[in-house]
């Protein structure tokens, strides 16, 4: 039995906030049913205006602030309806900020001089960045009255954010207790993927990803202990990036239940571009967080110069469960393009290492007390386990593991973790050129219909490993080039169980990204790769 | 009931190596029995060329082998012999290394040009860092027959030394288990402080600091997780420098006990000058170490240049147990330096935020089993608890606790270790400055007698912390200026403890050193503005 008060009033804030988005959207001209594909519906709903201003990408949108050709106000104004429409597609906000995001794109307006580098840019944040005087309840019942996790003189991510001129505008949602790779919550219900509503846009940051899909923002900030900013990014087709941990802080972020210390959690950005990406980086980061957060490493974000020549290995798959065809497809297009340029990179095979071995540390870390934290927060709540979290509660490697237990899991993730650090020292044996990114799928295949996302390790891996890690959108599910394999041997039964997932029909629409690794700290040349891969791609 | 013979095969290893060093030692010479203060004895034993080339500082040393006025043949016979003298007068080292030392200094004589930056430098090395080839047994019996935590592509902190020309020359003693702040063992007995043979030379890397002291090492290696650099190097005069944990590795090193993860240990150097910290700073962080060391930040040793004006704060007690009146004057004399200097220095004085509370926290994040892997390795090896070893197993603070205990208590480690963070920052507040390094006592007095050393929270706290944490000689004991205090009224029962330690009689020629702390990874600066200091205080 749910206890439906506390969500009333969760679900109050936000209709409330949806009700003032001003002028209103006239959603009686909604088509019923809608139809699976709804990316396009906003050019029927918003003004040649809107849909101008929130189809401008993000370096393009601050040039025309900072020059006053748009005025910040217009801009969120925009925003706020797109992102109004996007919730009511695809259910992807926890609340709007409309009257606190006017107020303050009139005050950046009233400014002679652009006020930092993000000067009236709207952004958008996962809801469980803590808000000062708004709620943070991670999408759990029982914490639907919390007061969010920051205290006035800590600073967080948002408040650097703030500082470089930002504008919130929207708080998005979240899958139960944060640890689903979908998003859907007893509070808010489930979030729809834009690209075909019976899939999902991925999670934990879903709504996010949802709606940086439909342009009602186009950056967010996510967080991801195993995928959750990347695979959102993955099956929405946008961009996503998991930094290394230890350079943006995560303070004033609530978790709900306690995080796992052995995990490595990071915040992160998602936008509709790969600049996006690099500004919510730079800016960041060259606030020197770490005085204000002690468990940060001292590392500006560094211009950093490539090699001439990269050495890309591409991870045709993990060793364990064997990404479908359009992913497959997908990782053939790129490597084709890199070893066209030959002068620029070298393409090379990664073997991977005992991923299989990875997945069950990550679980089993993730856990070490069997879940009773979250049975119990749940039962708090007076709500239902939903069937992502039964599935993680019920996994063969999640039980409650004594002191000694947990100790020895460490050593063995510490153990796991320099050896794959010495195998990927070891590339540049031969030749003397280390390998300088891992190309490899974002997942076991494209957006999945809701509820299947239960193969984390092409993500988590990275997240174990702590190795920073982008996801780009690469194509979409083509019903023609994307046939199953005929004659399939599953290696295992999850390989089997994902290898029965696909079929081309249900994935229509669904877009593909791929991800790309680089060594632990190399942020900055994770994102610089991906720009000298793009440009291969043909991209800016 | 003690097993001798895994302890005869560990002495005999000692005294084989001793035996060899030619031409040998007239110690029938020895004076029976000995003075208190055995620092002089060198100059009845070396020759006169010995002498000289032991008392020259890290940089003319390297000077002079770089210009081949010096052979490194040469200088390492001479350290080899001062060592050995050492061994007989403070037993410090578990094994001379006379054969790969000198077959090591012949090959550096046969280039042309010097290898890397220690060309020549004869290097000791506290017996827990496992070298190739021999045993490492971190003073537990049961341990005698270990083999080296190294591998082949492994590269620990030696194989950097290795490759920039370092000649290892001594390994050193330590404490049971490696946790006392002093250094006595069932396989080597005690370690003697050359100022003093009835004073602590400090541990764990107490081996190191007495071998020094004798100038029979002019720079070692050493491990701190609770002040086991910074204790031995006050207590013997010399210098010691505990960097943030992960800038320099701890794989190739054993701990005997399996490590707290939630205490931040870190290997460091100990040396008779500042500049043989910088040296060994430098040269390791130069080799790019992370790569092959996955936990450690990419930071290289990075030159400052400091501000021109320094916010020294002076923490004059921690709050909980007040500094005996050597240290106090130590204090005041440095103080007194920095505030004549208004030039250069504002001193104020450092409010110690809950440091009870820190070592509380410590003390319980040492030992989360209770000490149950102590004492099991113990009954391992048929050896008893030293009293120092029963002791901390005996503290109220270390017991057994459940997995949820241990959660709670990293939360609370991380709450306080934010708490402290904010506390440093609000420094700056009022004039915009902030504080740039606290100036404390290195223990609650100078070297105690054997068997004394029981409060570490002036050490142990930066461990808590992680900031970075220099100690440095500035006065020795002085039988008229540190009188006792009289109408002590101590505020609690460790505090009583403490002061009922102390009579001037008892620590005559106790060197007295002090602690310089900056923030997180803020090593390069620590040690900057030490430099700073010691230029106040006359030094070079």
Redesign the interface.
């Known amino acids: 039995m749910i206890e439906r008060n506390p969500i009333s009033k969760a679900i109050a804030i936000r209709d409330k906030s949806l009700a003032v988005i001003e002028p209103p959207l006239d959603l009686d001209r909604l088509p019923d049913p809608l139809p699976p594909n709804v990316t396009q519906l906003p050019y029927d709903f918003l003004t040649d205006e809107e849909i101008t201003i929130t189809s401008l990408d993000v370096d393009e949108l601050l040039a025309r602030l900072r020059n006053k050709q748009l005025s910040c106000v217009q801009v969120t104004k925009a925003f706020l309806r797109r992102a109004a429409l996007a919730q009511q597609l695809v259910n992807c906000v926890t609340e709007l900020l409309p009257e606190t995001a006017l107020e303050r794109a009139r005050y950046l307006d009233s400014l002679d001089q652009p006020i930092g580098p993000l000067h009236g840019l709207p952004i958008s944040l996962k809801e469980h960045h803590g808000m000062r005087g708004r709620l943070t309840n991670c999408a759990l019942v029982a914490c639907i009255d919390n007061q969010p996790p920051i205290k006035d ?2 600073s967080g991510v948002n408040d650097v954010l703030w500082e470089a001129g930002a504008v919130f505008h929207a708080r998005t949602t979240q899958p139960q207790s944060l640890m689903h790779l979908e998003t859907s919550s007893n509070i808010y219900g489930v979030t729809l993927n834009p690209n075909n509503l019976k899939l999902s846009p991925g999670g934990s940051s879903g709504g996010e990803s949802a709606l940086i899909r439909m342009r009602g923002s186009i950056l967010g900030i996510g967080g991801d202990s195993g995928g959750s900013i990347r695979v959102p990014a993955a099956n929405t087709g946008i961009y996503g990036f998991k930094p290394t941990s ?1 350079r943006v802080t995560r ?1 004033g972020t609530a978790s709900g239940v ?1 995080r796992s ?1 052995s995990i490595n959690g990071s915040h992160g950005p998602l936008s509709t571009s790969r600049y996006g990406l690099e500004l919510f980086m730079s800016t960041y980061l060259n606030s020197q967080p ?6 940060l ?3 500006p974000w560094r211009e950093i110069t490539l090699q001439k020549h990269l050495k890309i290995a591409i991870m045709w798959s993990d060793g364990v469960v064997n990404p479908h065809p359009p992913v497959q497809r997908a990782l053939r297009q790129v490597a084709t393009m890199l070893q066209k340029n030959k002068a620029q990179f070298t393409v090379v095979d990664w073997e991977p290492l005992e991923h299989d071995r990875g997945w069950e540390l990550t679980q089993s870390l993730y856990y ?2 069997g879940g009773a934290g979250l049975k119990k927060i749940l039962a708090d709540g007076n709500e239902e386990a939903l069937p992502l979290s039964k599935w993680m509660l019920e996994s063969k490697n999640v039980r ?5 237990e ?2 020895q899991l ?2 063995e993730r ?1 153990k796991y ?2 050896t ?3 195998h990927w ?2 590339t540049g044996e031969k030749d003397g050129h ?1 390998v300088d990114a891992i190309l490899c799928p974002a997942g076991p295949g494209a957006a999945p219909a809701h509820g299947h996302s239960k193969y984390w390790s092409y993500t988590s891996q990275w997240n174990l ?2 190795y920073p890690a982008a996801v780009f959108p690469v194509t979409v599910v083509d019903q023609a080039l994307d046939q199953p394999e005929t004659d399939y041997q599953p290696m295992n039964s999850e390989d089997k169980r994902n290898h029965e997932l696909y079929d081309p029909g249900t994935y229509r629409d669904a877009p593909v990204g791929l991800q790309l690794v680089t ?3 190399e942020d900055e040349k994770c994102l610089a790769i991906l720009a000298a891969i793009e440009r291969v791609m043909g991209r800016k």
Chains 1, 2 share one sequence.
């Open positions: 003189e800590v230890g303070r306690p210390s770490w005085y204000k957060d002690v468990t490493v001292p590392l070490g007390d409650a593991r004594s002191r000694e947990l100790n460490t050593a510490d973790w320099h794959y650090n010495d020292q070891a280390i490993l702590d060594r632990r700290y």
